[in-house]
Structures are given as structure tokens and as C-alpha cells.
């Protein structure tokens, strides 16, 4: 390895190390309380070295973000094979649930925290493209699935809506422990369980 490529590989290294850093932080103790100089003592460098990387902390915030939607999105993606419809839905269900009990920290910044929406307003952005991209590939597999003879007399937005909210309900609730606290008989087998039940429901003609 030459001198350019193991700068190269020490430069992303340490943005990893500022990235992974930050996010437990904010996780941890909210985004208003994390500040550079708190992630720059994490990870045992100086601010100056964070500020090489990121030019404040809606930069860190901004990138920890489209990383998470980067790597859910291209979960998703593999799926794009799956011929059948309400197969696909099925199963892009079960990698959600799957990215979400491997990665609780990444998915509460997507989705549970307010500051990734507060930023978009703060660059006077309209839409969540993030988020967006990733409800897009829900809606347009359920419309495939009506077309397909599934969910008639249902309308496309507001289930697909619906989809997404209940499975994200599982996610939160498994993430915040709040399954662990309502004395279920096997809350550790519970998410599963209630995924299936939930696929009984939807694939029905």
C-alpha cells in the first residue's frame, strides 16, 4: 500500500471513528446536548481534527442520516428480484424489522428523533428525499400487489401508510424495551411472531 492510500485509509477511519462516535452520543444524551468538543473527547481527538471532517454538527447529523438511509435502501434493493408481489412485501417487511433490531441506534436517528426533520427545515427543504426514496419502494410494491387482485377496495397511500406504521410500531417498541415491559411470554421470539400474524392479515385476496 502506498503513502496516498494509507492516508487515504486513515482519513476514512477517523471519519468513521467521528461518525459512530456521534451517533451513540446523540442516541445517549439527545442532539441539543452533543456538541463537537463532546464527540472530539469520545474519540480522544482534538476539535480541530473533528472540523477537518464536518463543518458543524448538522454536517455529522446530515451524513450519519443518508448513511443509514444508503444502507437500508440497498437491503431493500436485493429484493428487486423477487418476482411476486406480495412475496417482495413480505420480505421487504422482514428486512426492515432486520435493519432496525441490527442497527437500534442508526434506526432511532432516522426514524424516531425530530432533529434530522428540523434540519431539512433548516435548509428550507420541501421534502424528506431519504425517507421518501424508501416509502416509494413500499408504495409501488403495494400497487403491484392491487394489481395483482390484493387489498380490493383498499386505497394505495393510505395502506401503504399503514404498512409502514405498523411495522415501524414494532421497531420502536422493540428498541425502546417496551416489549420486554409488558410481561409477554416470550418477547424475545415476540417480534417475529407478530410479523408473521401481521403477513396473515395483509396476504389475503
Not at 57 to 63: G, P, T, V, Y
Not at 90 to 119: H, I, Q, S, T, W
Request: overall charge negative; hydrophobic content about 40%; some cysteine.
Amino acid at each position: 500500500m502506498g503513502t496516498s492510500e494509507r492516508k487515504a485509509k486513515e482519513r476514512e477511519e477517523i471519519k468513521s471513528l467521528i461518525l459512530n462516535a456521534a451517533k451513540k452520543l446523540f442516541v445517549k444524551k439527545g442532539i441539543d446536548q452533543v456538541t463537537i468538543r463532546k464527540i472530539a473527547e469520545d474519540i480522544e481527538y482534538s476539535v480541530g481534527t473533528v472540523y477537518v471532517y464536518f463543518k458543524d454538527k448538522n454536517d455529522i447529523l446530515h451524513e450519519l442520516h443518508t448513511q443509514g438511509f444508503g444502507q437500508l435502501g440497498g437491503a431493500m434493493r436485493i429484493l428487486n428480484s423477487v418476482s411476486d408481489p406480495m412475496e417482495r412485501l413480505k420480505a421487504l417487511g422482514r428486512v426492515y424489522l432486520e435493519f432496525a433490531m441490527d442497527n437500534p441506534d442508526m434506526y432511532d436517528l432516522m426514524f424516531n428523533m425530530r432533529a434530522p426533520m428540523e434540519f431539512l427545515d433548516s435548509m428550507h427543504k420541501e421534502e424528506w428525499n431519504e425517507g421518501k426514496a424508501t416509502f416509494d419502494v413500499l408504495l409501488n410494491n403495494v400497487q403491484q400487489c392491487m394489481e395483482r387482485g390484493h387489498f380490493d377496495g383498499h386505497q394505495l397511500e393510505p395502506l401503504s401508510f399503514v404498512i409502514w406504521s405498523t411495522v415501524h410500531g414494532m421497531c420502536s417498541l422493540h428498541i425502546s424495551q417496551r416489549v420486554k415491559g409488558v410481561n409477554l411470554d416470550n418477547p424475545e421470539t415476540m417480534m417475529e411472531k407478530a410479523y408473521e400474524e401481521f403477513v396473515a392479515l395483509i396476504d389475503k385476496k
